[in-house]
Structures are given as structure tokens and as C-alpha cells.
């Protein structure tokens, strides 16, 4: 039996916006060319996967059947949440649709994360499709490359058949709690699961009754149309609104890990979108995007709805202006050199692999005083993003008009 990716498509997003009503969810945004479901999607292509099944909304089923098209997959189900219920209702209501047989395995992926070396996950989601039983469930722990306080971690220990037994999780530490943590070898927790459709009905049953049998009413009273089940609203918003990590995985003895050392991201901030346009630079720059000003260059890397994502190279010595903007936002990300940042009335010098956020109107300026260039990956975050928003309060080079 193949296994059934299930792909949960409902999540908005808003950490990228936090004061935008308008704005896109984090798996439909264009990077330059490519979205996270268009690239989630692609992955459940491998030959170890059935036809996949979205779990999504009304709101973005319009902009799903675009990506089915758009990668040709002809071959699909969607479940639609008839309202907001958090990814417990989600992930049990699909599970329960009876186009997946009761021993079935499925893959739970979201969305919007980025995966690189989709082999080695495959290989490791094979190699433990026959430890799949009708009550364990798998998660997929990614090697932590820092101690991050985005990420929730967990720790594991050794059981009967060389398993990861999960024995402890910790939700988002502080940076220092999370260098302990990584010190006892715990490993981001990736919010993907792996698991049997009759674990899912048993956990729930066991661990969230109420969830379980407004869930089982709801897809028993939903409508079946082009592919898409309309869950029945009466039912599902009788479910109680809960997180599948809270729900279940905080409750279910028998949680083990699939731990991974490959490059992964949920993209959930400007600086984890910075670092991906970093890595992948060289996929962006075009010679005509390059403008040199007296205080270095920058070059626009991509622009995309209501964001552009730039390159500043600040010589030896080089100040650029003192300004404010009115209309976008902007958050930095250090690659090289050691700037000088005024912030309003604040000044502090910073390193690389440090995040900066200038907010809407504030005054800021970037110096570098050393011998070394100094290179900042930026995101403008607006309505706005040309040179003409710029206000300037002091320039060293004689643009203050």
C-alpha cells in the first residue's frame, strides 16, 4: 500500500503581516517563480505516494485547484473546514473521509515549509512504514543549525528496534534554554506526522472524545462535490478548537521520532525568508538590478506583493543617510561585517547572522566604521517600496535637499 500524503493548507500566515488585513497566506506567496504549496506539492510526486489530499478552507480552495493545475495533478481530494478549528478537527476530519482505507498509511505535511533533500526524507518515511501500528505515531525532528526560539524541540531515547522514543517536547525556549536543549540533543520539532489512519481514529478517540465524534459527524453530513468535501458546519464548529501537538502528541505514550539532518524552514519570518534568498542568491541577480550609490551598491533581488528583497554592500567607512519611511517596514539580516545601526534614539553595533526590524516612521541609519564591507540581506514590507519613500535627515554625501 503507497502512502497518502495529506497536505494541511489552512494556515494564514499573519507573522509576515502583522498590520495588514490584505494579506497573503505564507504558502501562496510567490518567491520568484515558485510558492510553498507549489513546492509541497511537487514533493508528493515520489513514487512512494498516493494522490494527495489538501486540507483547506472556502477562502483559499480557489487558489489550491490553481496549483493542482498548475502542477498537474488530476488525480486529488480536498477536504474543506466549514471554519477555523486548529489543525486537531483537521487532521481527524480528513483522516476520516472514506477514500482512505482503515489501515492506510498517511503523511501529514503543511503547506509552507520548505524541505530540501526530499530523498533522504523519503528514505527514512520508507524505512519506518513498517513500525507504523494502530497506535504509534511518528514525528520528523530536523538537526537544529541554532539555537532558535521559533521552533518547538523535543528529545528522544533508544527503544526495541533501533526507535527514537520521543520523551519530552519543549515549546519555543528562549535562546538559552534552546542551547541546553540542543546540548542534550533534542532536535526541532517540524509539525509533520506520519501515521496510521486507524491511529489517528484510536488516539482520538481515547484522548479528545468530543473532537472525535463532531469530527466523525461532520464528514458522515458532508457534501461530496468535484472532488472537494463540504464539511458539515453544525458538526465541526462543535469540535473544540485545539493544536494536534496539544491535543494528541502531549498525550499519547507512544510518540517516536524521525530524525533528520537536511536543510528545512517554515519560512514563519522575514529573517528565515532572508536567509533563503541568501542561500540562493545567485538564482536572483541580474546585472540591470545592481545600483551603485556613494556609500556602496545594493541590488534588488526579487520584488513580490508588497515586499522587495535587496542586497546592501556598505564600503569601508560608508554611511548611508539618516532617514524614515512612510510607508513600509524593513527588516535586515547581517551576512558580513560588523554596522553600526541607529534606531530612533538608539544606536548598537551588530554581527552576522544578526536580525534587525525597522518599524513603519522609525529613524534609522546603517554604518560601517571598520576596514572590512559590510553586506545586510533586506526586506521592505509595504504598500511603497520605491527610493522615492525616503525622507532624509542628515547625509554625509550632500542628498539632504
Avoid at 132 to 148: A, E, V
Avoid at 374 to 399: C, H, M, N, P, W
Amino acid at each position: 500500500m503507497k502512502i497518502r500524503p495529506v497536505i494541511l493548507c489552512g494556515g494564514a500566515g499573519t507573522r509576515l503581516w502583522p498590520n495588514s488585513k490584505n494579506h497573503q497566506a505564507k504558502q501562496f506567496i510567490d518567491f520568484g517563480n515558485w510558492t510553498l504549496l507549489g513546492k509541497t506539492l511537487e514533493r508528493t510526486k515520489a513514487s512512494i505516494y498516493d494522490s494527495p489530499i489538501i486540507s483547506t478552507n472556502k477562502k483559499y480552495l480557489k487558489q489550491v485547484k490553481q496549483h493542482l493545475k498548475k502542477n498537474k495533478i488530476k488525480k486529488y481530494k480536498i477536504v474543506l473546514e466549514p471554519a477555523k478549528r486548529n489543525t486537531a478537527p483537521a487532521i481527524l476530519s480528513t483522516a476520516l473521509i472514506k477514500d482512505i482505507p482503515h489501515d492506510q498509511p498517511l503523511m501529514f505535511f503543511t503547506a509552507d515549509h520548505l524541505i530540501e533533500k526530499m530523498s533522504i526524507f523519503n528514505k527514512a518515511i520508507k524505512k519506518n512504514k513498517s513500525n507504523l501500528t494502530d497506535q504509534n505515531i511518528f514525528i520528523f525532528g530536523i538537526k537544529p543549525t541554532s539555537p532558535s526560539s521559533e521552533y518547538g524541540y523535543f528529545v528522544t531515547k533508544k527503544i526495541k528496534g533501533n526507535i527514537n522514543k520521543v520523551t519530552k517536547f519543549i515549546e519555543k525556549p528562549k535562546e538559552a534554554k534552546a542551547k541546553k536543549v540542543i546540548k542534550q540533543k533534542g532536535y526541532w520539532n517540524s509539525g509533520m506526522f506520519f501515521l496510521r489512519k486507524d491511529s489517528i481514529i484510536n488516539n482520538f478517540e481515547k484522548h479528545q472524545p468530543i473532537i472525535y465524534k463532531n469530527c466523525v459527524n461532520s464528514v458522515k453530513k458532508a457534501k461530496l462535490k468535484d472532488n472537494t468535501y463540504y464539511l458539515n458546519k453544525v458538526s465541526f464548529i462543535k469540535a473544540t478548537a485545539k493544536s494536534f501537538d496539544y491535543a494528541i502528541l502531549e498525550k499519547s505514550k507512544q510518540i517516536n521520532a524521525v530524525k533528520l539532518d537536511i536543510p528545512w524552514s517554515d519560512l514563519g519570518s522575514w529573517k528565515e525568508i532572508l536567509k533563503m534568498y541568501e542561500r540562493n542568491k545567485n538564482k536572483y541577480i541580474k546585472k540591470k538590478n545592481v545600483f551603485f550609490r556613494p556609500w556602496g551598491r545594493y541590488t534588488n533581488l526579487f520584488e513580490g506583493k508588497n515586499f522587495l528583497i535587496k542586497e546592501l554592500f556598505v564600503k569601508p567607512k560608508g554611511i548611508l543617510s539618516l532617514q524614515k519611511h512612510h510607508h513600509r517596514a524593513e527588516h535586515w539580516l547581517v551576512t558580513k561585517g560588523n554596522p553600526k545601526i541607529e534606531l530612533n534614539k538608539d544606536s548598537f553595533v551588530k554581527k552576522p547572522n544578526d536580525h534587525i526590524f525597522i518599524p513603519l516612521e522609525a529613524i534609522h541609519r546603517i554604518q560601517n566604521p571598520g576596514k572590512k564591507p559590510v553586506k545586510i540581506f533586506e526586506a521592505q514590507v509595504g504598500s511603497i517600496l520605491k527610493e522615492t519613500d525616503i525622507v532624509r535627515f542628515e547625509d554625509v554625501y550632500g542628498r539632504v535637499k
